[in-house]
Nanobody, 123 residues
């Protein structure tokens, strides 16, 4: 199974910004790619998704107006720019690849995952 690789997490103060990146191994076929996050004791939450070829985007409610998803197909890399971060944004951020079956907001519909990168936002 293809494994994606996240990077760029870290610790920031509330109101700050981070950009996390996700490298998709070369040759991987993707229809959509997405970001999910999970805090301890919480369900994995949809953050954002992007159509890999056309660039159309979807955002979960907490991300709307603050986060931007993008991708560089030539570099096989996806990004999540996170601005005006809040403590409740804290969690492990995962990138995942969706091959076309199932809802793009449902983690169970994604086939390949990274190991996650920790984002911690302090107040």
């Amino acid at each position: 199974q293809v494994q994606l690789a996240e990077s760029g997490g870290g610790s920031v103060q509330a109101g700050g910004s981070l950009r996390v990146s996700c490298v998709v191994p070369g040759g991987t076929f993707i229809l959509y790619a997405g970001w999910f996050r999970q805090a301890p004791g919480k369900e994995r939450e949809f953050v954002a998704a992007i159509n890999w070829s056309e660039g159309g985007t979807w955002y979960g409610d907490p991300a709307k107006g603050r986060f931007t998803i993008a991708r560089d197909n030539a570099k096989n890399t996806m990004y999540l720019q996170m601005n005006r971060l809040k403590p409740e944004d804290t969690g492990v951020y995962y990138c995942a690849a969706h091959r076309g079956s199932g809802s793009i907001t449902n983690a169970g519909s994604y086939d390949s995952w990274g190991r996650g990168t920790q984002v911690t936002v302090s107040s």
